[in-house]
DNA sequence: CGAAATTTTGATCACGTTCAACTTCAGTGG
DNA sequence: CCACTGAAGTTGAACGTGATCAAAATTTCG
C-alpha cells in the first residue's frame, strides 16, 4: 500500500511549498520562501499509506521526520496486559518520529486512523540542515515545546479531569489544533475516529465514553453526524473543560521580522 | 530570600564547567570545555531560593532558562476547581522554563519542593548562541524531546496503569532519572517530598497514596525510611510498572565524533 | 445480502474518592 | 520539661465514578 510519487510538492500561487507544516512553523518563525525551499529539498520520499498502517512500532528503529499533509494517526503504547493508552492525536502539520526517532529505540508506536499522506525526510538530514541554517534546529526545538506542553495538557486531563470534562478537552483541543493548520470549518470539523479510538485517547472504557458523548450531546453542546463534530456552544465546553489554549511565542532575535539588524 | 552570588560557577579537576545539565548534555552532544564554557557565559544570575517559592506563575511572563543545579521543584497546574495535577517533577539538570518560557504566557506554575540552586540564562541569550552554534539550538530540541518522552510516559501511567502500577512506575523514573545526574545511591536515593505531592503527581488521593506506600512496602519491594527510598526489589517493581527505559540517542552528524564507538 | 465492525443500552462490581478521626513528629514557648 | 501547635502520615467507613461484562441495535463494507 505504500507507493512513491514523483517529488513534485504541493505549491501556492506564490510557488511556496504549500503544507501544513509550513503553516505551522510560520505561526513562530519567519520562514522565506527559499527557505521553505530548504527544507522541502530534504525531502526522499512523498508517501501515501492506508488505514491501519504501522507507521512507527514501539522497539523497531526508526529514524525519519514524516511530515504529515493529510489524515490522522494516532501514537499509543500497548501495555502488556493488552490495555492501550493513545498519547496523542496526530494531524496535518504533525510530525510522525516525534519523539521516536530521537531515541535509540522508539517506545511508542504509531498508526495511522485514516489514509494519510507525508513528506519523509531523514533525521540526519534535517540535523545536517539545521547546522547551515540554525533556525532549523531551533524550529525543531519549538516544535518539540508544542508537543510537550499537548502532552502536559493530557496528563491533567487524565489525573484531574472528570470524564466529561476530559472528552470536553480532548475536543477543543482537536478543535484548535485543526484550526490552526486551516482544516477546521468555523466550529465544526471532521473527526473520522471511532468510539474505541476516543476511548483509548481518553482512558476510558468505550461504553462510559459513549456516554459521555451522548451527555454533551443531550445537553446541546456538541453535534455529532457521519464522522463530523459541531462545537454547538463553544463556550460552555471551555467553561466544562477548563480550556486554556496555549500560544507558541515567536522565536526571539534575529530570526523575527524586524530584527533583520542584527548580524 | 533570592539572593545573588558571585559568578564563580562550579568547576571540575579540568576548570570545566561541572553542573548536572552539563552531565545530562553530554549524554547526547559531544560537548568540548570550550563550548561548555560558552554556555556558562550565558548565565547571568546564581540563584539560591527556599522551599515552597513559585518559580513561574500561570498566565504571568517568564522568559528564563534557570538550569538547576541542587533541589526538587514541580511544574503544575491548578485547576478553578481546586484540584492540583503535577505534570513532572524538576530535578536536577531539569529546566525551569520549559516549556513555559516557549508561550506567550506560561499555562503551567512551577514551585519549589525544597532549596534550589540553579543558573540562570535568558532565552533570548540562549537562542542568540544557538545562531552562532547551531549544535545548542538542536540540544534544546533534544531536551525537549526528552521531556515529551517524559510526559508521554506520564500520560500512560494516568490512563492506563492502576495506582500501584502508577507509583511504581513513578519510583523507577525518579531514580533513573536520578541516576543519570549522578545523585542515586545505587538503589537507594533521597525524595524530599510529602506524600501529597506525590498524590498530586500521581492523580490520586493522599489516602489512597498512603495505602499503596504501604503495599509495596510490605510487599518488600521498597523501604522508604527519613526521605529516602530503597528499591529493595527493583525487577519486581519494573515487571509490576510495565518499566520501559527511553534512551535518548546521540544528536546525529559531524556533532558525534566517535561517539558510536564510547560506552 | 450477509458478515463484521461500531454504537448503544443495561446490570453489576470494584477501585479509588471523600470525609473524618487519630497518630506521630518537629518545632516553639511557657 | 511539658504543653501547645501545625504539618505530615495513617487508618476506617461509606460512597460514587467509571470499569466490566453482556447483549441488542445500528452502520459499514465486502
Request: glycine share 8%; net charge positive.
Given at each position: 500500500?505504500?507507493?512513491?510519487?514523483?517529488?513534485?510538492?504541493?505549491?501556492?500561487?506564490?510557488?511556496?511549498?504549500?503544507?501544513?507544516?509550513?503553516?505551522?512553523?510560520?505561526?513562530?518563525?519567519?520562514?522565506?520562501?527559499?527557505?521553505?525551499?530548504?527544507?522541502?529539498?530534504?525531502?526522499?520520499?512523498?508517501?501515501?499509506?492506508?488505514?491501519?498502517?504501522?507507521?512507527?512500532?514501539?522497539?523497531?528503529?526508526?529514524?525519519?521526520?514524516?511530515?504529515?499533509?493529510?489524515?490522522?494517526?494516532?501514537?499509543y503504547?500497548?501495555?502488556?496486559?493488552?490495555?492501550?493508552?493513545?498519547?496523542?492525536?496526530?494531524?496535518?502539520?504533525d510530525?510522525?518520529?516525534?519523539?521516536?526517532?530521537?531515541l535509540?529505540?522508539?517506545?511508542?508506536?504509531?498508526?495511522?486512523?485514516?489514509?494519510?499522506k507525508?513528506?519523509?525526510?531523514?533525521?540526519?538530514?534535517?540535523?545536517?540542515?539545521?547546522?547551515?541554517?540554525?533556525?532549523?534546529?531551533?524550529?525543531?526545538?519549538?516544535?518539540?515545546i508544542?508537543?510537550a506542553?499537548?502532552?502536559?495538557?493530557?496528563?491533567?486531563?487524565?489525573?484531574?479531569?472528570?470524564?466529561?470534562?476530559?472528552?470536553?478537552?480532548?475536543?477543543?483541543?482537536?478543535?484548535?489544533?485543526?484550526?490552526?493548520?486551516?482544516?477546521?470549518?468555523?466550529?465544526?470539523?471532521?473527526?473520522?475516529?471511532?468510539q474505541?479510538?476516543?476511548?483509548?485517547?481518553?482512558?476510558?472504557?468505550?461504553?462510559?465514553?459513549?456516554?459521555?458523548?451522548?451527555?454533551?450531546?443531550?445537553?446541546?453542546?456538541?453535534?455529532?453526524?457521519?464522522?463530523?463534530?459541531?462545537?454547538?456552544?463553544?463556550?460552555?465546553?471551555?467553561?466544562?473543560?477548563?480550556?486554556?489554549?496555549?500560544?507558541?511565542?515567536?522565536?526571539?532575535?534575529?530570526?523575527?521580522?524586524?530584527?533583520?539588524?542584527?548580524?
Amino acid at each position: 500500500m505504500n507507493r512513491r510519487m514523483p517529488l513534485s510538492g504541493r505549491r501556492s500561487a506564490s510557488g511556496d511549498w504549500d503544507v501544513p507544516l509550513v503553516t505551522r512553523l510560520r505561526g513562530f518563525v519567519d520562514l522565506s520562501a527559499g527557505e521553505a525551499q530548504e527544507l522541502h529539498s530534504l525531502i526522499e520520499a512523498e508517501m501515501s499509506v492506508g488505514r491501519r498502517r504501522d507507521l512507527v512500532i514501539d522497539g523497531y528503529e526508526f529514524k525519519k521526520l514524516a511530515f504529515v499533509r493529510e489524515g490522522f494517526a494516532a501514537r499509543y503504547k500497548l501495555l502488556r496486559n493488552g490495555k492501550r493508552q493513545i498519547i496523542t492525536l496526530i494531524l496535518p502539520g504533525d510530525v510522525v518520529g516525534m519523539p521516536g526517532s530521537f531515541l535509540d529505540l522508539p517506545t511508542f508506536s504509531v498508526i495511522t486512523l485514516t489514509d494519510m499522506k507525508m513528506d519523509v525526510c531523514s533525521l540526519d538530514a534535517f540535523v545536517e540542515l539545521s547546522h547551515r541554517r540554525p533556525k532549523f534546529g531551533l524550529a525543531l526545538a519549538w516544535l518539540a515545546i508544542q508537543e510537550a506542553t499537548t502532552y502536559a495538557e493530557h496528563i491533567v486531563d487524565m489525573g484531574r479531569r472528570t470524564s466529561v470534562e476530559r472528552l470536553a478537552h480532548f475536543l477543543l483541543e482537536i478543535h484548535a489544533r485543526l484550526t490552526m493548520v486551516g482544516l477546521a470549518d468555523g466550529n465544526a470539523f471532521d473527526l473520522p475516529i471511532s468510539q474505541e479510538v476516543m476511548s483509548d485517547a481518553l482512558g476510558l472504557s468505550v461504553p462510559h465514553l459513549n456516554r459521555m458523548l451522548s451527555k454533551l450531546r443531550t445537553d446541546r453542546m456538541i453535534a455529532r453526524a457521519d464522522r463530523r463534530v459541531e462545537l454547538l456552544d463553544p463556550e460552555a465546553l471551555r467553561r466544562l473543560a477548563h480550556f486554556q489554549p496555549a500560544k507558541l511565542a515567536g522565536i526571539p532575535g534575529p530570526l523575527k521580522k524586524g530584527a533583520e539588524l542584527a548580524s
